[in-house]
């Protein structure tokens, strides 16, 4: 019976090996919110109005020779939807949409990494929006990466399109001539900016003292 433990120990130990590994090698990338952009658009009539939301966080683990090992996981604040129109902007987030105060956060965690070429990948993984959760597949590309004088970092572009009415964002409004006023389809674009944060007692110099002070 020992032996039956010893041996189902050492298996155990064995199909942990490569997600220990993966993990030991991915890098971990905070979102610059300063420099990067959750934006979409939908349809209005004939035209596309885009909006964007100014409040979210998140974290990549990267690893550029091997994006399968990546992950990404991102929170936004519900409230920060901004389209430049006040009176829409708090239309959007009342119970017709986005329902802010009920739904505080947006979220999207990952489940799965599919490298392409080119520094093309696909992102698949859960969209979280009014509480409910659906599966989504965003096609992403690196736009670069290595050190800056603002620190590690790493771009990133993203795209994705989704139903709003899977998420339970169902206004609409019927026109008298036929047709709605908005469509259904949103399209989500993201421009990422993350930096490698640095290890704890590494930061910037402390500035010297002033020359007048003894």
Do not use: C
């Not at 119970?95 to 599919?114: E, L, M, R, Y």
């Not at 509480?131 to 620190?151: N, Q, S, W, Y």
């Not at 469509?183 to 110099?205: R, T």
């Amino acid at each position: 019976m020992k032996r039956i433990t010893v041996v189902l120990g050492i298996a155990a130990l064995a199909a942990l090996l490569p997600l220990t590994r993966a993990l030991a090698e991915t890098t971990l990338y905070k979102i610059d919110p300063n420099h990067s952009v959750v934006g979409f658009s939908i349809r209005h009539l004939f035209s596309k109005v885009p909006g964007r939301f100014n409040d979210f966080e998140g974290t990549i683990q990267f690893d550029d020779k091997n994006m399968a090992a990546s992950s990404v996981e991102t929170t936004i604040k519900t409230a920060s939807i901004f389209t430049n129109q006040e009176k829409r902007d708090t239309h959007l987030r009342s119970a017709d949409f986005f329902a802010a105060d009920s739904f505080p956060t947006i979220t999207f965690k990952s489940t799965k990494v599919t490298p392409g070429e080119n520094n093309k990948f696909q992102i698949e993984g859960d969209l979280t929006i009014r509480g409910r959760t659906k599966r989504v597949v965003l096609d992403a590309e690196l736009l670069g990466l290595g050190a800056t004088p603002m620190g590690t970092r790493a771009g990133f572009e993203a795209s994705t399109t989704v139903n709003r009415k899977d998420f339970g964002v169902l206004w609409n409004k019927t026109l008298d001539q036929g047709g709605t006023l908005l469509g259904d389809d949103v399209v989500i674009n993201l421009g990422v900016e993350a930096v490698k944060p640095e290890p704890k007692g590494q930061g910037s110099a402390p500035p010297p003292p002033s020359a007048g002070k003894k």
